[in-house]
């Protein structure tokens, strides 16, 4: 599957296989900052409350794209944090 496919959901791939539904999983996930390691071991589980089992590729272009889009930032540590509101005005 090409990344331009897997990006947004249409017809051919279901959004839960879709890289901006995964991102969109993710972001409920950092309730505190994680780091990747500690986001893959909260996907790669049969109750993670996901329908399936991304790649860890997948994990982290949706973790690239909370990025691009300015939903998340850089905490301590290599950890990834959620930017508040505030902090975008």
């Known amino acids: 599957?090409?990344?331009q496919t897997a990006i947004l959901p249409h017809k051919h791939v279901r959004?839960?296989?879709?890289?901006v539904g995964l991102a969109g999983f993710l972001r409920q996930l950092l309730e505190e900052p994680r780091t990747i390691d500690e986001l893959w071991a909260l996907?790669?589980?049969?109750?993670?409350?996901?329908?399936?089992?991304?790649?860890?590729?997948?994990?982290?272009?949706?973790?690239?794209?909370?990025?691009?889009i300015g939903q998340v930032a850089e905490a301590?540590?290599?950890?990834?944090?959620?930017?508040?509101?505030?902090?975008?005005d």
């Open 1 to 3: 599957m090409s990344i």
């Open 15 to 19: 959004f839960c296989d879709s890289i």
């Open 76 to 88: 301590t540590n290599g950890r990834v944090r959620l930017v508040m509101t505030h902090e975008t």
């Open 43 to 68: 996907l790669d589980r049969e109750n993670s409350g996901w329908p399936v089992r991304p790649t860890f590729t997948n994990l982290v272009l949706a973790v690239d794209i909370l990025f691009a």
